[in-house]
């Protein structure tokens, strides 16, 4: 594959050589004219060109597309991640119509209008009426967009507990994750960084009842279908909680609290059945096999098959290891998620074993 | 004051050039004439370009290759590359150096700084910038920050590392990482220097454009060159001391103990005194000046695409009065639209939905723009010179890139490519390759003016085609690996598996990168070869309208030997047809330059 793509973009590269040469050629017959000036030949031959960028600007977008769909995200696994990518399909189809008659026109008329001796320029200084059309058109489908656009937010950022939502903090420092439940009471205890010692890693004030029941974990895991809170606290830098899977985000801030909440919706074990996250796995580890055979003829030790999980990666630069920053996600049903609960040790026992 | 700046100009009204000789010193090195001074930033600018792009390639051949050992690393980066491979400290601190140096020293100082001196006295009809001193001390400071950032490429710990946005407390904590010590001070204390440089230019240009016009050069005549140069000269003003101040409170958090951006830190086994500051802050204050610094970089590329596309098309810039509307109306937003950097920073949502609007918003002039820039290509008689095709180029990168922002601006699409590689892609077509054509055409155009020399056009040529296609290349690719969910400023993607089938894109867009970055080459040869050996230029090559075609080719202190020129028209009259319609106002020359008195068969127009 990657030598498929090296001998295209050799191929692409032969070919700017070769215009070139074409350049050059052209540059030999007109030694005469050397004033440097583009002249009726430049003209012609740069507006030809024009043309076969814009075959090659289409060509490479259908081909990236082709190519590249597959590398994407499976579908959002949380309730307002499908609002998302109706959104974001919404925009990304107006954004490809707009681009395609643009980028037609400019380049069109750059090759249909090139310099010619004798050609007379339009005087075309104004036109209200056009102008008016093309700000109101933007105005008008911008306007659309912010609509729906901020609807969406609102409902996303819209973070109000009630009786069934799970309390989770995420605690991020360099360069891990933890995350902390808040247990029976679904109340996280007070927590400050000025508490952190030992066993204490997250800094939980151990005077303060809530606490008691609170369960730190080096994993993430979510009952399904259940609206979960995250409220993130980093110890030392910024950091960003980045669940590209759940289209969720927020940076954590040391000295304040921030929050995120959403419902996931599809276990980690349903995604693993998704039609587009088995081609993907197997296209990764059919690479790794590749690495592998590499490996092995070096004497060294190969890489284990992949297989899919959910992840909370850092997405805010965090110092040398921020690039290997993430926790894994679990997302399973309530019963799994209850009998794993049940034998994680709670901060009270930690304290006193 | 006034008065005296008064009588200066009036001597200098009908000066015939009887100067006291310069000497070498006073002419090249401490100049304090406007066309000196704007080719010690184009060259500055260049030089620090080098030194950007070269990073650049550094850092992609890392995210290629990770795993493979290459002994360029060893040789650029000493310590940090020992025996091929990139230390991770050093891949940020590459990065973090790239954004600065392209964003602040090439696009800022190097495009703005460069045209800003160059056109804005010999386009208005003025014999010099309205304080030549402070323009000396303008470029000398700008100097002075460049000398600082290369020499904090040498620190022992590692030059500043935390990203070109510097945000604390990863900046401000040396245990956080090693760039953030003496590598980050010597960032600050550049920085610093540069906003003073780029405050002492921009009220020059302000001063200069308000009071030194010639007679009859109304601010509707203006060229919208220098309409764009003027109102980014007043977004520097009003945001560049904003980062000042936050640069300031950086330095006394890391020197001197206070907590304006830091609260509640535990790190490398203590907890720090700080309490009651927010990194928050620091974003604001920072994107205030950011998000405008955007246009700063911007503007003046879409001020010389105007009057290049304008000249080279022999048709006036379609809607005059909508360009200057939009670039007043971008401007106006670009102040008000920095929160939309900070959507998932921990403000307040409800904030989020007004940077939303805010920044929708100024798609609309954008898009006027786009659209008044393809009428101007309608039935004209198109020039393709390199700055041409430079100037569509930028057209053409303004467009695609500017699309994406439609997603990036939409808070709710935002959480979910932001600092991903999507937006790497986005500003990096809409403003880095977009301006960076904007300085190539910029160059392409006034090198006559410059260097009283003209650029090998077939060079030009090869340098835009092989550019155009290899941009493209580089960054239409990177969309798909943001929206693949690959955050960006990793060191390599390979830590996990998840992102191992984006090695191969990744690769595609190292190899257009290292093309498109050798081609520049080919401009630097020929930028230095035309210096030297270029064929002379005539006075006015590409046949334009404006006055700074009108003064000789030798440069002179005072650009006019005679009396300043009067302008009678603005600087569009392209291809405009006499009463009878039979032939151009001037017969057989379809351009009339401002100087040109109303003709008596010409219908007067409302400029």
């Not at chain 2, 392209?102 to 804005?120: K, Q, W």
Request: hydrophobic fraction near 50%; proline fraction near 4%; charge should be negative.
């Amino acid at each position: 594959m990657t030598g498929f793509l090296i001998i295209a973009v050799l191929v692409l590269f032969a070919v700017a050589v070769w215009q070139m040469k074409g350049i050059f050629q052209m540059s030999q017959i007109n030694k005469s004219d050397d004033s440097q000036i583009a002249n009726d030949k430049d003209n012609r031959f740069n507006g030809k060109l024009m043309i076969w960028f814009l075959v090659f600007f289409y060509v490479f977008l259908i081909y990236g597309f082709w190519k590249w769909t597959s590398v994407l995200l499976p579908e959002a696994a949380s309730e307002h991640g499908q609002d998302i990518d109706l959104l974001m399909l919404i925009s990304m189809v107006l954004i490809m119509f707009v681009l395609v008659i643009t980028q037609f026109l400019l380049h069109y008329f750059a090759f249909k209008y090139h310099g010619k001796k004798g050609q007379k320029a339009v005087f075309f200084a104004d036109n209200d009426k056009l102008e008016f059309i093309w700000t109101i058109i933007p105005v008008i489908v911008l306007a659309g967009l912010i609509i729906y656009g901020l609807f969406t937010w609102t409902d996303i950022m819209n973070v109000s507990e009630d009786e069934d939502t799970l309390v989770v903090e995420l605690y991020a420092k360099q360069f891990t994750w933890e995350a902390r439940y808040s247990g029976q009471d679904n109340t996280l205890g007070e927590a400050n960084v000025r508490f952190v010692e030992g066993m204490n890693t997250v800094g939980i004030d151990a005077s303060d009842p809530y606490s008691t029941d609170d369960v730190v974990t080096r994993e993430l895991r979510l009952p399904v279908g259940k609206k979960v809170l995250f409220k993130m606290r980093s110890q030392d830098v910024l950091h960003s909680a980045y669940m590209p899977h759940f289209r969720a985000q927020m940076n954590t801030v040391p000295g304040m609290i921030t929050q995120f909440a959403f419902t996931p919706t599809i276990t980690t074990a349903e995604m693993r059945q998704n039609p587009e996250m088995i081609a993907k796995v197997e296209n990764i580890n059919q690479l790794r096999n590749d690495k592998n055979v590499e490996l092995t003829a070096k004497g060294e030790e190969t890489l284990e098959p992949y297989e899919f999980d959910y992840l909370l990666l850092c997405n805010k630069i965090c110092g040398a290891s921020h690039y290997n920053m993430q926790m894994k996600i679990i997302v399973e049903t309530q019963e799994d998620f209850d009998a794993w609960m049940a034998e994680q040790t709670t901060f009270g026992e930690t304290l006193n074993p | 004051m006034s008065t005296e700046a008064h009588n200066h100009t009036a001597d200098h009204h009908d000066d015939h050039g009887h100067h006291h000789k310069d000497t070498f010193i006073t002419k090249y090195i401490f100049s304090i004439d406007h066309k000196m001074i704007s080719k010690q930033y184009l060259i500055t600018g260049l030089f620090m370009g080098i030194i950007g792009i070269a990073m650049s390639i550094l850092f992609r051949l890392q995210l290629a290759w990770p795993d493979k050992q290459f002994t360029v690393y060893e040789i650029f980066l000493g310590k940090w590359g020992a025996e091929g491979i990139m230390d991770p400290n050093v891949y940020l601190a590459l990065v973090t150096i790239h954004g600065t140096i392209m964003v602040f020293f090439v696009l800022t100082a190097g495009l703005s700084g460069t045209f800003s001196n160059l056109l804005i006295p010999l386009q208005i009809g003025a014999r010099d910038m309205a304080s030549g001193f402070l323009n000396m001390v303008s470029y000398w400071l700008f100097f002075l920050s460049s000398i600082i950032m290369v020499m904090s490429l040498f620190v022992e710990a590692g030059p500043a590392a935390a990203g070109w946005t510097i945000y604390p407390p990863l900046s401000a904590l040396p245990q956080a990482m090693p760039g953030s010590g003496a590598g980050m001070t010597l960032w600050l204390v550049s920085m610093a220097i540069f906003i003073a440089s780029s405050l002492l230019g921009s009220l020059n240009y302000i001063v200069t454009v308000i009071n030194l016009r010639t007679k009859g050069m109304s601010m509707t005549r203006l060229p919208l060159t220098i309409w764009a140069f003027f109102v980014t000269a007043i977004i520097g003003v009003v945001s560049f001391p904003v980062l000042f101040s936050a640069a300031l409170m950086l330095i006394m958090d890391r020197s001197f103990g206070t907590s304006f951006f830091l609260s509640d830190i535990y790190i490398a086994g203590e907890v720090l005194h700080n309490q009651g500051g927010s990194p928050v802050l620091f974003e604001h204050l920072f994107w205030f000046l950011g998000h405008p610094e955007v246009y700063i970089v911007l503007l003046p590329a879409l001020g010389i695409t105007s009057e290049i596309i304008a000249t080279n098309s022999r048709k006036p810039i379609f809607g005059y009065r909508a360009m200057v509307a939009s670039i007043l109306a971008i401007a106006f937003l670009s102040t008000i639209v920095w929160g939309h950097h900070m959507f998932v920073s921990g403000m307040n949502p409800f904030l989020g939905s007004v940077f939303t609007f805010t920044t929708l918003l100024i798609a609309i002039p954008s898009a006027v723009k786009a659209f008044n820039y393809i009428t101007t290509l309608w039935k004209g008689n198109l020039q393709l010179n390199p700055a041409m095709l430079f100037s569509i180029g930028l057209v053409s990168t303004f467009i695609s890139g500017g699309l994406t922002g439609i997603i990036l601006g939409d808070s709710a699409l935002d959480i979910n490519v932001h600092d991903t590689y999507f937006v790497v892609a986005h500003f990096h077509l809409v403003m880095g390759i977009s301006a960076l054509y904007g300085l190539f055409a910029g160059v392409y155009h006034w090198f006559p003016r410059m260097f009283g020399r003209m650029m090998n056009k077939n060079l030009g040529y090869i340098h835009f085609w092989v550019t155009v296609i290899g941009a493209y290349g580089i960054f239409f690719p990177m969309h798909f690996i943001g929206m693949a969910g690959l955050p960006r400023r990793y060191y390599t993607n390979t830590a996990f598996p998840y992102f191992d089938d984006l090695a191969n894109i990744n690769v595609v867009i190292t190899i257009f990168a290292i093309i498109t970055a050798a081609v520049q080459l080919v401009f630097l040869y020929n930028f230095i070869a035309s210096i030297f050996y270029g064929k002379k230029a005539p006075q006015n090559p590409w046949k334009s309208n404006t006055l700074e075609w009108t003064a000789p080719v030798k440069h002179i202190h005072g650009n006019w030997p005679g009396p300043i020129p009067q302008v009678y028209r603005w600087s569009y009259d392209y291809s405009k047809l006499n009463k009878a319609g039979d032939d151009y106002v001037i017969a057989g020359q379809d351009f009339v330059p401002q100087n040109i008195p109303l003709q008596e068969d010409e219908e007067e127009m409302n400029h």
